[in-house]
């Protein structure tokens, strides 16, 4: 077959397999199973091989020592220490309780590393305030959604991970280059949140006192030094973001077996349940699209994509554009962890022929897939949002468009404006 026939059979059965449903670690396998019968180079052991070779890394060991602290974070009391804290600082304003779900969303991002696991913590939280204090309930939930998108932007990033894995690049260099750009989207979350609350006459919380401010921070401070200590050793080279997985893991025990005292003994197989089920459905998907991954690199599909797109090598711009166009559309109809995975290796010999910085072109996708994470229909975190807030689907929809069309912007001001992650990178790493 030729180089333009295999990449239309690689997508046409990809997206074929997806739309009739079929689970998507098995989709991934049978694209690898089509992909080397089409080459003629069929042979089932190695497609096992290629499946235990993709889950055997040293790597992607950070992405369930995350999942675990962050499970030990959501039963221990961690998030609400941090929320109880951002809203004594925050209650008092206008639509207050709205930038608490923004700063403890970004707060929480330093923790976990997961946006559905920052939606189902603090939306269990602060969906429920919102609501008693007269906010909108379909605003509220969107807000959360919105917000929790800003966890696998700021390290540590499970989504970062992955895409250091797959595309051999440094995951450290990767989680700094997020700092600054999650930063903006806080901050333009909570520009149009302003308008939002006066346009709908939000609520104005009571002032909380210096005392008060400063009980909650005490409550909050073991929770608030945890990012420092994985972002600063991460940064400082202390230890690799593998191991920061595991510190945060047992940083996160101490604090809230021993500290907090919110969990027993009893309540840990329940804990370790919850991470062993996200972390199966997470690394089933990592092994199969990695053996997927190797499929496509023994087709030489990235090289005749390379080929087929080199004329827009030359215009860096158009180049992202087109790209970015393409990941929109895969984000709607993909999960993330398989969307990086896949295509990752496929378009990481294309951007380096343009010139692109590929911790710079990691980030730009990492964003852009995880803006797919709130659209529908696959949106990961819309159903999330559904479940926590006990709202329809079509409902959170029509709320979150305003909050989507922003973090679209900010996507595109970092696809116009490099040096907006490039710059601050030059900072963060030596």
Not at 56 to 82: D, H, K, Q, V, W
Not at 126 to 136: E, F, H, N, R, S
Request: hydrophobic letters at 60%; one cysteine or more.
């Amino acid at each position: 077959m030729s180089g333009n026939e295999l990449i239309l059979l690689f997508l046409g059965i990809l997206f074929l397999l997806l739309f009739i449903g079929v689970p998507i670690a098995f989709t991934l396998l049978l694209v690898a199973v089509a992909l080397l019968i089409a080459i003629g180079n069929f042979d089932p052991q190695l497609i096992a091989q290629s499946v235990i070779f993709g889950a055997n890394s040293y790597t992607l060991l950070a992405i369930p020592f995350f999942i675990l602290a962050g499970e030990i974070m959501s039963y221990g009391g961690i998030s609400r220490r941090i929320v109880d804290f951002v809203a004594s600082l925050f209650g008092h304003v206008r639509g207050g309780l709205g930038y608490v779900v923004i700063i403890a969303s970004t707060i929480f991002a330093g923790l976990s590393g997961s946006a559905v696991a920052d939606a189902a913590a603090l939306g269990a939280i602060l969906i429920p305030m919102m609501v008693q204090m007269g906010y909108d309930k379909a605003t509220s939930v969107a807000l959360v959604c919105a917000s929790a998108i800003i966890a696998p932007i700021i390290p540590p990033s499970i989504p970062m991970i992955l895409f250091g894995v797959a595309g051999q690049v440094s995951i450290s260099r990767l989680f700094m280059s997020g700092i600054v750009p999650g930063l903006i989207l806080a901050l333009s979350l909570m520009t149009i949140w302003y308008f939002i609350a006066r346009k709908n006459n939000y609520p104005v919380g009571q002032k909380a006192s210096p005392e008060q401010v400063l009980k909650a921070f005490k409550g909050a401070i073991f929770a608030l030094v945890m990012p420092l200590i994985i972002v600063g050793g991460i940064r400082f080279g202390i230890f690799t973001p593998t191991e920061a997985g595991a510190i945060a893991v047992v940083y996160a025990f101490i604090i809230s077996v021993l500290v907090y005292k919110e969990i027993n003994l009893k309540e840990i197989p329940q804990v370790l349940t919850a991470a062993a089920r996200t972390t199966g459905q997470v690394l089933l998907v990592a092994a199969t699209a990695m053996s997927a991954a190797w499929v496509i690199t023994t087709a030489s599909l990235p090289q005749k994509i390379v080929t087929t797109l080199s004329g827009l090598a030359e215009a860096k711009l158009m180049l992202l554009l087109v790209i970015n166009v393409f990941l929109l559309f895969l984000g709607m109809v993909m999960d993330i962890t398989p969307a990086i995975l896949i295509f990752t290796p496929i378009l990481i010999p294309l951007i380096k022929q343009a010139g692109i910085d590929p911790i710079y072109f990691g980030l730009i996708m990492t964003l852009n897939l995880v803006i797919g994470l709130i659209t529908p229909p696959v949106g990961t975190v819309l159903y999330v949002g559904c479940g926590v807030g006990k709202i329809n689907m079509a409902e959170l929809v029509r709320k979150i468009l305003p909050f989507i069309m922003v973090e679209f912007i900010v996507l595109l001001l970092l696809i116009l404006f490099p040096r907006l992650v490039i710059a601050p990178l030059g900072w963060l790493v030596k």
